[in-house]
């Protein structure tokens, strides 16, 4: 018989379909690997959905989109020739009943449109061609409004009867961010508005379907290379919604490996239960060697049996990860960009197997070893430790099932360098608490002896032989720091928007503005309000298409935080420095210049394109290219909430072009309503945007977000807490020990739990400062590092945060500690 099929046969024999002694290690396993899987079957889901509806969600299969134009005879004609060719307008505009108005997101539409999916309204299946007097709104306008079909609304300048409510606009997603509800009607109608002018901020889409079998990437290359200054931006139906991809990928990203952190630290409560399983083992394994078995099938019958547990921890933990995908969709609702339908992604489940795997392997390979290696003699003696095995047998299973975990990481990952960051981070804080529990047990080693006996023996029961101080000390370590993590990320982002954004955002936000109009659009205000401050800035739209001597077309991936180069941004000019920027590289240029064109460029754009002062910097404006030269650099107060332009053009480079004015207006509470309403009547071409409905809006999406993290980091929040209980387990038979002598000796139960007592308070208490600096210290980084908002915790909900925190931990412990009370000294002893 060979060795294995030995080993099986006494492994199967000693199992227990209880798991009984295992049950942490399925249960560590079954947390990390359960989290593992449901992220990324999640991410994996809605990827997978948005690449299914690409089609309907863009509105086609290629879309061609420009600012402030429409397209030219030739460019319509080269579109022709792609396929069939759906038009659609997009602009910001206001919605206007009587005296009530709600900015929304108007869009004219051709008679083809839309070219996949279904336009749905309420009370029909699907909606008619529209006339130029009949517009389609959403139902969050027709609920503000307080209107259904047939009412009267006016938008700019003609007046519309709603013909319906839509229920289900196919290329909602694709549309992207909107400051409100949609309102669709036609080009016609469009052009009854007055809205569209020369100077107008819109945006014209021509949507194609191609032919079947053609390929839409070729069909945009051929488009962009015959018209390659055209300012055009392009998608495809395979990236129809780029932006909520990128989000829902790089946020996954992130959460897996929240996840993944909590899988390692589940991992040394792994570590400790299998230990805590070996050291009840100890009579079975002297008795096989004591029979002649070799320290090799002692080594194979436990690796068998934690391999048979730990595979079922994994197998139940990908079965929870899928079913909980669909229980996820249900709970988030609109919060996901789409909802996905229910699959079983076979890429994260093998994903999470495999680190599953390896983390067990890693935590498990030195107990096992040392179990083979340790003679009967000791085993039977009681001294499982009285040998320990050479590091140069384990370290190569740990190191290595470490680098591969690493490995997998970091090929896995959308940024390997954010990845490595954050693994890095995690492995300092583990070193760190480490270190940390070392310095514990030495320091109470070198404590003098108390004439207190309760606090003599806890002391002493930090430092003495075979004590699990390191293991407690990572365990709650970890427990408090992410307790204080979580409060100071969530306190810090509450206050910056309920504070801060809103004292210095202004009121009102007011687009399309004549230039030849301004003196009166700012009387019509200061008529009505009480010393408003009002700020005006020329606003254009454009297209990065080359700096320096790179093009932006021939760029294969834009490099990590260059946004600005995604498509079209806004575009100003100013004879002076605008409020809310400082200059931090060369110099602004004089008023009244009249030299070559010149740009200032936001700092961190210049940092990531590696620009120089002096560097040419190519644009699109109206379909033009124009080229200047890089005058300075700038830093921008983003959270002011103002306009705050990537680029500042000198005027003579971009004053030319037909241009309105967008505003700021910052007022007294309570304003708003009557400043809206006196200016509608005189300017029906201006959108004004409160911006107290834009700070919801950003609200609610950050809310999201902080309750994404606080998820993924209470499952790391649980592996801490299976690694307390894998350390008291793992202590259990000392502990006993400790108890039952003190009992013989006269002791009571309670005084035996004080003395539990009193050491988990002085952990709890010296981790509690431990916790505060690295939790408190992690939260500045995400805040202002990450999010880029001012430091403004809570400390009063921090400090509470972290007393439950202990308190929940002293509690486990006690609870763990209590059927030591419950061993009878005369039994305990005849089997220690």
Request: charged content about 15%; aromatic content about 6%.
């Amino acid at each position: 018989m060979s060795d294995w099929r030995l080993a099986w046969r006494l492994a199967r024999r000693e199992l227990d379909l209880r798991f009984r002694g295992l049950r942490l290690l399925l249960a560590c396993l079954f947390l990390g690997v359960g989290a593992l899987a449901a992220i990324g079957s999640l991410t994996q889901a809605i990827d997978t959905e948005l690449a299914s509806r690409g089609s309907a969600i863009l509105g086609g299969d290629v879309e061609f989109a420009a600012s402030q134009r429409a397209a030219t005879q030739a460019e319509r004609a080269a579109m022709a020739r792609l396929g069939t060719v759906s038009e659609t307008i997009r602009m910001q505009a206001m919605a206007v009943r009587g005296t009530n108005s709600v900015p929304i997101e108007l869009k004219g539409v051709d008679a083809v449109y839309p070219l996949y999916g279904t336009l749905a309204l309420r009370g029909e299946t699907s909606a008619k061609s529209l006339d130029a007097n009949t517009v389609l709104i959403g139902p969050a306008l027709a609920e503000r409004l307080g209107i259904g079909r047939g009412a009267q609304l006016r938008l700019g300048t003609a007046a519309f009867t709603v013909g319906g409510i839509v229920t289900s606009e196919p290329d909602r997603l694709g549309e992207g961010f909107t400051f409100g509800p949609v309102a669709i009607v036609s080009l016609d109608g469009i052009a009854r508005t007055g809205l569209v002018q020369p100077g107008s901020l819109y945006e014209s889409k021509y949507r194609i379907r191609l032919p079947t079998g053609a390929s839409p990437t070729a069909a945009t290359d051929r488009f962009k290379a015959a018209f390659a200054t055209g300012g055009w931006e392009t998608k495809t139906r395979d990236r129809a919604a780029p932006g909520a991809e990128r989000f829902v990928d790089r946020m996954g990203q992130f959460l897996l490996l929240v996840g993944l952190s909590a899988l390692v630290i589940a991992g040394i409560g792994v570590g400790n239960g299998v230990s805590s399983y070996l050291t009840a083992r100890r009579g079975s394994i002297a008795a096989l060697k004591v029979l002649g078995a070799t320290s090799g099938i002692v080594a194979r019958i436990y690796v068998l049996q934690v391999a048979v547990v730990a595979g079922m921890g994994i197998a139940a933990g990908l079965i929870a990860g899928v079913v909980t995908v669909p229980l996820i969709v249900w709970l988030a609702g609109d919060v996901l960009p789409v909802a996905p339908r229910f699959t079983v992604q076979a890429a994260p489940l093998a994903l999470a197997a495999a680190y599953g795997m390896l983390i067990a392997l890693a935590f498990t390979a030195p107990p096992l070893i040392e179990a083979g290696q340790i003679p009967a003699a000791g085993l039977l003696r009681g001294l499982p430790g009285e040998r320990r095995v050479p590091q140069r047998q384990t370290l190569p299973w740990v190191l290595g099932a470490g680098a591969a975990v690493v490995a997998l990481a970091l090929s896995t990952a959308e940024q390997p360098l954010l990845s490595a960051g954050f693994l890095a981070a995690v492995a300092v804080v583990l070193a760190m608490l480490a270190l940390f529990g070392w310095g514990v047990r030495r320091g109470a080693a070198l404590l003098p002896r108390s004439r207190r006996p309760l606090l003599r023996l806890a002391v002493a029961g930090l430092h003495r032989p075979g004590a699990r101080t390191g293991t407690l000390v990572v365990a709650l370590g970890l427990g408090l720091t992410l307790f204080v993590l979580l409060a100071g990320i969530r306190t810090s982002i509450d206050a910056n928007i309920a504070r801060t954004v809103p004292n210095r955002a202004p009121a009102l936000f007011a687009l399309d503005v004549p230039p030849d109009r301004e003196a009166e659009f700012r009387r019509t205000i200061e008529g009505i309000a009480t010393h408003p401050v009002i700020r005006t800035v020329p606003a254009m739209r454009g297209t990065i298409t080359g700096y320096g001597t790179t093009r932006v077309a021939d760029l294969k991936t834009l490099p990590e935080g260059a946004w600005a180069l995604r498509g079209e941004r806004g575009l100003t000019y100013s004879a002076t420095l605008p409020e809310g920027s400082e200059l931090t590289a060369g110099r602004w240029w004089p008023r009244n210049y009249r030299g070559p064109p010149l740009v200032s460029i936001d700092e961190r754009l210049a940092k990531v394109l590696d620009l120089k002062i002096g560097d040419p910097l190519s644009y699109t404006l109206l379909g033009v290219e124009r080229t200047a030269r890089i005058a300075s650099f700038r830093r921008i107060s983003w959270d002011t909430l103002g306009f705050n332009f990537v680029m500042v053009f000198s005027p003579n480079a971009i004053e030319d072009a037909p241009h309105n004015l967008a505003a700021t207006i910052d007022l007294a509470p309570g304003q708003e309503s009557i400043v809206m309403r006196a200016l509608l009547p005189r300017f029906p071409s201006v959108s004004v945007i409160e911006v107290r409905g834009v700070l919801g809006q950003v609200r609610a999406i950050v809310t999201q977000m902080a309750t994404a993290i606080t998820a993924a980091a209470s499952v790391a929040i649980l592996a801490g807490i299976a690694v307390l209980i894998g350390a008291i387990a793992a202590a259990r038979e000392a502990r006993t020990y400790d108890g039952v002598i003190l009992r013989t000796l006269g002791a009571t139960r309670w005084q035996v739990l004080g003395v539990q007592a009193l050491e988990y308070a002085f952990l709890s208490v010296v981790l509690s400062v431990l916790a505060l600096l690295l939790g408190l210290g992690g939260a500045w980084y995400v805040v202002t590092q990450l999010f880029t908002f001012e430091w403004l915790p809570d400390y009063a909900t921090v400090l509470v945060t972290l007393l439950g925190g202990a308190g929940l931990t002293m509690a486990i412990g006690l609870i763990g500690a209590w059927p030591i009370l419950g061993a009878r000294p005369a039994q305990a002893l005849r089997q220690l």
